[in-house]
């Protein structure tokens, strides 16, 4: 990624929507839109083609959808990867948990306020993924109920992680940013990340949002309610 300016493609069908994300995150300084697209062969293509830093990906599109887009632009098996953050409308079905399976970093409402979908690109671009709040109790839930995500392989994170690694589990599952677990644990942000890096591969997952439905999945989090 770019250290002076963000590359996004925007890909959705409806051209209100494409063009409002657009003029919202060409607005900031340090986000470029390299390509608008009306589907998801489109949006793979340009995003290869334009060294794209991140995808912001509608689901439901003519032609190619956002899902099998999302797997060719960062799904498991992808060596290169560029992130996807799905903006979509609120319908928790297997459209939206099948982008989380095929490697979406996050996910937002398409009635998100401006400074939440920027600060979203921001932070999928970044190698951090975003749920929306009003989302995260009842997709977290759905999830763990169908468990269509990464297959279960260990009873307890403490199977797996070593005791700090599953402190950072347990905060980044209350929703805290890189540098709010590192202020609570009284680390430096840099040693978050590290934790991380190696924390991802033993859980067999690929993104902040994946390890936190993992962490519900495994019983390691409960569900309140």
Known sequence: MSDAVIRVVVADDQPLVRAGLTTMIGAEPDLEVVAA???GRAAVDAARSLAADVVCMDIRMPGT???TAT??????DVADPI???VITTFDVDDYLFGALEAGASGFLLKDAEPETVVDAVR??????GTLDNSLTRRVVAEMVTRRRTQ???AARATDLLTPRELDI???LAQGMSNDEVARTLVVETSTVKSHLARMLPKLGVKSR????VWAYQNGVVEVDG
């Not at 797997?71 to 498991?76: K, M, R």
């Not at 949002?209 to 936190?212: F, G, N, P, R, Y």
């Open 37 to 39: 697209v009306a589907d």
């Open 169 to 171: 589990l347990l905060l």
């Open 209 to 212: 949002l994946q390890a936190v």
């Open 151 to 153: 297959p279960v392989v």
């Open 83 to 85: 992130p996807v953050l």
């Open 123 to 128: 932070a999928v671009a970044g190698g951090h």
């Open 71 to 76: 797997a060719e632009l960062c799904g498991p």
């Open 65 to 67: 959808d956002g899902i």
